[in-house]
Nanobody, 114 residues
Framework: VQLQASGGGLVQAGGSLRLSCAVS????????MAWYRQTPGKQREFVAS??????NYADTVKGRFTISRDNGLNTVYLQMNRLEPEDTAVYYC??????????WGQGTLVTVSS
């Protein structure tokens, strides 16, 4: 199983980016797909998750970020709007299967300039 994250880059504050996470192999609607982010010296923190139609967001991104999944269940997206310098981080996607086994992607860097 591989998770390939992409879409990061440099953007000005107030701008938007869309991250993608492509999952290889078979997937299931019961998988929890999530985005986390990490800055140097800090622990990886939860950003958003989706399982079937249910979504959850960290308070810091609620109303600005939207997580979604394509109908084939192999790609998950994170639409990030009204970006702030505090959103600068390496973003990771995570897949958690129903049996608790989880996988991480390799991360994609998002840099928001003020």
């Amino acid at each position: 199983v591989q998770l390939q994250a992409s879409g990061g880059g440099l953007v000005q504050a107030g701008g938007s980016l869309r991250l993608s996470c492509a999952v290889s192999g078979s997937t299931s609607s019961t998988d929890v797909m999530a985005w986390y982010r990490q800055t140097p010296g800090k622990q990886r923190e939860f950003v958003a998750s989706i399982m079937r139609g249910d979504t959850n967001y960290a308070d810091t991104v609620k109303g600005r970020f939207t997580i979604s999944r394509d109908n084939g269940l192999n790609t998950v997206y994170l639409q990030m709007n009204r970006l702030e310098p505090e959103d600068t981080a390496v973003y990771y996607c995570k897949r958690t299967r129903r049996n608790g086994v989880y996988y991480w992607g390799q991360g994609t860097l998002v840099t928001v300039s003020s």
